[in-house]
């Protein structure tokens, strides 16, 4: 575990596969790095493919006892889950901003984000309801009734390694399915940590395995070759969300993927400024802009346009940025130089065409992978930060005059997840958010993110939906049985 942290119990470091925490038998392991001063916080060990389908072994194993547990008991597991995970609430938010670099506040509050899922999820696995119609000739009746569609893989990303996890484990769980977490490599220590919490909790040996690897491609690739596996999910970036689609066409495995976003951050003139700039920041600089609803493009209306950049600069200038771990932290360090790179370059290709730094716009020259808040305003068409996430807490601002010029901006992505919207007309906002092509919009609010609302997008964004009631279907075969009596 890493040096200073008291939990209750040691953050287990092997692979999970059954009963068991079992160390890789290659003795590979990957080293975790704390984002917020480059060192190695601790190793965990390093599974190959043997170890990938031991953990499907190990989840079919377990795969008709847990489907055919009650589900009053799978929800008391996933309720017991809930209350676990919040009583280790502030340990947890430590781990999650150790290895991720996030602030503690952001931590405590995805804290709190994932284990929703599992009360959210415990109150659903009761409510698996089926359908029953007469066929329209009036020969027979239709029966139709939700089955667990069997062993599922979850892939999962670093920005949110506690809610990326129990957002498809707690539905995958709620409706009967057995399941092999594979952790984002930058950030297993907390799915390894709730997977012991919920072991503790009272999950059964098997339901749910903890895979992590160095080199994912070929052990997933095995894994869903694997006949017994019916079910992919994955968060992560759009490439990898195709290269996974392929490798799940083979076997025609369900898939739910939830990849990149572009978010547009609509202004319009009759919005409320402070209420518009309250809610840019939390759709700015939660989790520090790693988020894939993060606003990547504020679409400003010309009449609110200065003042929107001017206090937008003022606020987001005031944040302190530092070690996540540290209280005072509100902006924490990005997760590696990669994304410091890639930030960069989106920057210095925006300024090249001619947008202009209001605020930060440069690395900080410190240990870790640091990036101040940043604005830059009057960027223009073609840049290459409207059509890519920064993945950070950059905003890139433009005017605009005529409403359907901003939606059409609005629209002109690959990328359909989130989109955000201000104005004090409500009538004009929902007409707006109707016309963006996106699987979530928010009016007059910075957050779209709720376990009880199903999160997805359109487009390149994604398949299928996370959350809510649907987000448990996913995990479902819909069996229809068709019946005389
Ligand atoms: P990000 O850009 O956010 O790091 P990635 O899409 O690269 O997102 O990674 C998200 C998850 O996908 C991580 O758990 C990573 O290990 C996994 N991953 C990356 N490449 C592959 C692959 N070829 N097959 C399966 N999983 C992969």
Redesign the pocket.
Known sequence: APAGQTGPFAIPTELLIGEHWAPAASGKRIDVVNPSSGEVLTSIADGGVDEAIATVDAADAAAAGWAATPPRKRAEILLACFHAMMAQQEWLAQIISLENGKALTDARGEVAYAAEFFRWYAEEAVRINGELTMAPSGANRIMVQYQPIGIALL?????FPAAMATRKIAPALAAGCTCIL????ETPLTALAVAEIMRRAGVPAGVVNVFNTSD??PA??AMLHDPRVRKLS?T??T??GR??LREAADQVISSSMELGGNAPFLVLDDADLDEAIEGAMVAKMRNAGEACTAANRFYVQRGIHDAFVAKLCERMGALTVGAGTDAATQCGAMINQESIDKIERLVADAVDRGAEVRLGGKTLDRPGFFYPPSVIANVQPGSEILGTEVFGPVAAVMAFDDVDEAVALANATEYGLAAYVYTGDLKRGLQLAERIECGMVAVNRGLVSDAAAPFGGMKQSGLGREGAHHGMLEYCEAKYIAVSW
């Open positions: 892939i999962t990303p670093w920005n594979k952790p984002a490599e994912p491609g997933c690739s994955f992560g970036s490439e990898v290269i996974l």
